[in-house]
C-alpha cells in the first residue's frame, strides 16, 4: 500500500463544474501537506499548501482532517486550464526539510 | 535563469552504460531533491541534500544509483550500469534560503527533469 493514495481518475468535468478530489496518507506523523499540480510533460508545481483549519485561494478549497488522515481539494466553476494532474504531497516536516511523499495523481480534463 | 536548471533534457542509453544527469538548483537554496517519476505515478522520492551533506539516501533503489553535491550547489545524479527499468524522468528540485521564515514555506521548486531511455 503506498503511503499517499489517491483516486486515479480521470476526471472528465465540463467547464463551470466543481470537483472534488480526494487523498488519505499512512503516516500519522506527517506534519505539512500540499497540493502540487502537474501540466503533461511538465514539472509538478506548488498549487496551495493544506492547513489544519482549512484554506481556499480563489476557485480552490483545501481541507485537511488529520484524525481521518484525509486530505481534499475542491475545485470550483472549472476552467479549460484547469486540466493537469493534481499530486497530493506529504512530508514529516516541512517539505524543505526531509523528503516529501506524492501519491500517484488525479488526472482532470476539463470540456468546453 | 532564476529556476532549477537541469541537464541534459533528454538522455538515451545502451543497457550497461554509465549516466550522468546534473541539478543547478536556485541559487542559494539550502535543500536539493532529487525524485524520480515513471510514466503515469507520481514522483518517487531518491535522495536529500542539505548544503553539501546528504541527509537521506533511502529511495535510491540499488548501489547503482550514486548523488553528491560537494559544493552545497550544484548536484550529480549518476546511475551505473543502466537498466531498462531505470528508464524515467529524474526531477530535481529545491527550496528554502538559509533563514527562519523562508524555510518554512514548504515549497519545492522543481526542474523541468532529464527523460531517460535505456535501450
Known amino acids: 500500500r503506498k503511503e499517499v493514495e489517491q483516486d486515479p481518475g480521470p476526471f472528465n468535468v465540463p467547464e463551470g463544474a466543481t470537483v472534488a478530489f480526494n487523498c488519505t496518507y499512512s503516516?500519522?506523523?506527517?506534519?505539512?501537506f500540499f497540493w502540487y499540480r502537474q501540466d503533461c510533460r511538465k514539472e509538478p508545481k506548488l498549487l496551495m499548501s493544506v492547513y489544519s483549519s482549512g484554506n481556499e485561494d480563489g476557485r480552490f478549497t483545501a481541507q485537511l482532517n488529520r484524525a481521518s488522515q484525509y486530505i481534499s481539494l475542491l475545485i470550483r466553476d472549472s476552467k479549460l486550464s484547469d486540466s493537469a494532474t493534481y499530486l497530493c504531497v506529504v512530508n514529516t516536516h516541512g517539505a524543505n526539510a526531509g523528503k516529501s511523499t506524492f501519491g500517484d495523481g488525479t488526472t482532470l480534463t476539463v470540456k468546453p | 535563469g532564476a529556476g532549477v536548471s537541469q541537464s541534459p533534457r533528454y538522455k538515451v542509453a545502451k543497457r550497461g552504460q554509465d549516466v550522468a544527469l546534473r541539478c543547478d538548483p536556485i541559487?542559494?537554496?539550502?535543500?536539493l531533491f532529487w525524485y524520480q517519476q515513471a510514466l503515469g505515478q507520481g514522483p518517487e522520492f531518491l535522495t536529500y541534500f542539505q548544503n553539501e551533506a546528504q541527509l537521506d539516501k533511502s529511495g535510491l533503489p540499488s548501489d547503482r544509483f550514486f548523488a553528491e553535491r560537494p559544493e552545497g550547489s550544484v548536484s550529480t545524479l549518476k546511475i551505473q550500469r543502466t537498466q531498462q527499468e531505470d528508464s524515467a524522468v529524474y526531477l530535481c528540485?529545491?527550496?528554502?534560503?538559509?533563514?527562519?521564515?523562508?524555510?518554512?514555506?514548504?515549497?519545492?521548486?522543481f526542474g523541468e527533469g532529464s527523460r531517460l531511455t535505456v535501450l
Open positions: 541559487s542559494g537554496h539550502v535543500s
Open positions: 528540485a529545491s527550496s528554502g534560503f538559509s533563514g527562519a521564515n523562508s524555510f518554512r514555506t514548504g515549497e519545492l521548486f
Open positions: 503516516n500519522s506523523a506527517s506534519q505539512s
